[in-house]
């Protein structure tokens, strides 16, 4: 079926838009209240549960708050950046969303319209331009507010995320290496498997890029400045950090920023890793469209349904997990945080990256065709990978204390002391 | 003074990382999933209180209406914050009542001495805590008021074990 052209084009992309952004804003909604229930819920609490059913209207209520509060901005600071910054906060986040297919193609009787805002060519070097993005909301916010601790809170938050915006990036390269093409929708239909067409692997990417997955998910969480990554604001020591001088629906903006990258967040880890909008053993929906526009598989209505509702789960499974994550783990010291970055993932990734270029050219060297054998022997490189990554990680001895790992402490006499003495 | 600095060398089951991480996890998990909250729901559930609580003050009345105070002074005597304002007259017959006899809830401590010390069981203290107002001056009752109160009176003791205070 071809693809909509012309004016069906046009009306189909603004539907697209608004759908989309739609959806998100309301995914962003629910998240703010499911943080608060899954945060209860952990703490043997009740969460919110007064304003509407359930307490769903929380939401309406905390925005209310949000827009009806007094909006001040201080004296000092920079008007223009100031005004700015919450707007770059929300922004990259926003536009990522763009470029993720959320569904198999949706056939129309004007033509087949693909669940995707933006199918641009280059989709994955679009999500990293964008996403490298978000650090300029955190700098300019901490720096127009001319305050010590935005200040501060600023850097640190740059610090931070140009750190990891390095490890989100190289641990995407395996990727890219594996389905040798950089459009989403390519991406997602390299995981599934096909009769006809050129050969695809079969498996979602979580098997075979095993430990790929496992830094994105780290690197992902520190671009969103949660837990335990969340540094830029930490109320001991500097108040709020960038966003301390923000009231209102400014701050509000920052707030809801936390949420927007973390669905967005959540969607890209699902296209890269767990197949986008797979639905697991079912071969029917494994629909995709090839450069020459021919399509291979049956496009229905009923399929982008599931299939939509396949990726919002998988979607929902990451934004749960960041939540868990937040509520279970003591943030990092800010030099642990560095030293995990640059010391460790840096290094580990860059490994990484050699280790599957090179079993990927052994692989096609010694003629295994691309299908679920080639995965499968990733897969297996993978699992060792992973055990040996986790068990050098798990030694503790990588994000321990400055002081500890040198063992000499000027003045005093180097002493190493067991638990009992 | 250079102190003395010890670098603790702990075995690797407790300098770990990951296997603390999926412990945590592990903890989060199984509270997230044990529905048993111990939250009360308050405004829908309430307290369940002791014959004892000694909260928002009531007066006890005639069967035609009149307050049951006879303007002793004892009260306001006994008070130790002084909330209680009493000022009492005498009618026709010669039986003393309070005129004026307002008690600010704000200022009292909820002792319960006026109710002990009141020889004609006139003023209680209730089992009764839900007083919150809008203005400072709709804490101080007036006589009307405190002898609308219907709440259950404080018990002075126990009547299952009388000679404990």
Known sequence: MEAVTGTAFVVATILKTIVFFIILLLGVALSTYMERKVAGFMQDRSGPNRVGPLGLLQVMADGLKFILKEEVTPGTAHKKFFILAPALALFPATV????????????????????????????????????????????????????????????????????????????????????????????????????????????WFVLPLMLSGFFLLVSGLAETNRVPFDLPEAEAEIVGGYHTEYSSMKFGMFFLGEYFHLITTGALIS???????????????????????????????????????????????????????????PR?????????????????????????????????????????????????????????????????????????RTRVVPGVAAATVSEGD | MPGEVRIVDRPESESSYIRAISKGLGITFKHFMHADKPTQQYPDEKWELGPRWRGTHRMAVHEDGRAKCVGCG??????????????????????????????????????????????????????????????RERWVYDLARLCENDHPVTALWDPADPSSE
Not at chain 1, 182 to 197: C, D, I, N, R, T
Not at chain 1, 273 to 302: E, K
Not at chain 2, 119 to 134: D, F, K, M, R, S
């Open chain 2, 74 to 135: 004892l009260c306001p005597t006994v008070c130790p914050v002084n909330c209680i304002k009493l000022i009492p007259a005498e009618d026709e017959n010669g039986e003393r009542y309070a005129a004026v006899y307002e008690i600010d809830e704000f200022r009292c401590i909820f002792c319960g001495f006026c109710q002990e010390v009141c020889p004609v069981e006139a003023i209680h203290l209730g089992v009764h805590y839900e007083n919150a107002e809008y203005s």
């Open chain 1, 271 to 329: 296209v890269f890793f767990l197949g986008g909008w797979d639905i697991p053993f079912w071969q029917g929906d494994n629909i995709r469209v090839l450069a020459d526009g021919t399509v291979i598989g049956d496009p229905t209505w009923w399929k982008t349904l599931l299939t939509l509702v396949a990726f919002t789960m998988k979607t929902t499974f990451f934004v749960v997990f960041f939540m868990f994550i937040r509520w279970t783990i």
């Open chain 1, 332 to 404: 990092f010291r800010y030099d642990q945080l560095m030293d995990l970055g640059w010391k460790v993932f840096i290094p580990a990734l860059m490994a990484y990256i050699m280790l599957m270029a090179i079993a990927i050219f052994a692989l096609d060297t010694a003629g295994v065709p691309v299908g679920l054998g080639f995965s499968a022997a990733l897969f297996g490189l993978n699992v060792v990978l992973m055990l040996i990554f986790l068990f050098v990680l798990d030694r503790g001895r990588l994000v321990q204390g400055a002081t500890a």
């Open chain 1, 96 to 203: 990522l969303f763009g470029v993720i297919p959320l569904g198999s193609p949706l056939p129309t009787p004007w033509g087949r319209v693909d669940m995707i805002v933006a199918d641009v060519p280059i989709g994955f070097l679009y999500v990293l331009a964008i996403a490298s993005l978000a650090v300029y909301g955190v700098v300019m916010a901490g720096w127009s507010s001319n305050s010590k601790y935005s200040f501060l809170g600023g850097l640190r938050g740059s610090a931070q995320m140009i750190s990891y915006e390095i490890g989100l990036a190289m641990s995407l390269v395996p990727v890219l290496m594996l389905a040798g093409n950089v459009e989403m929708p390519v991406l997602v239909s390299m995981q599934q498997s096909f009769s006809a067409g050129p050969a695809t692997y079969g498996m």
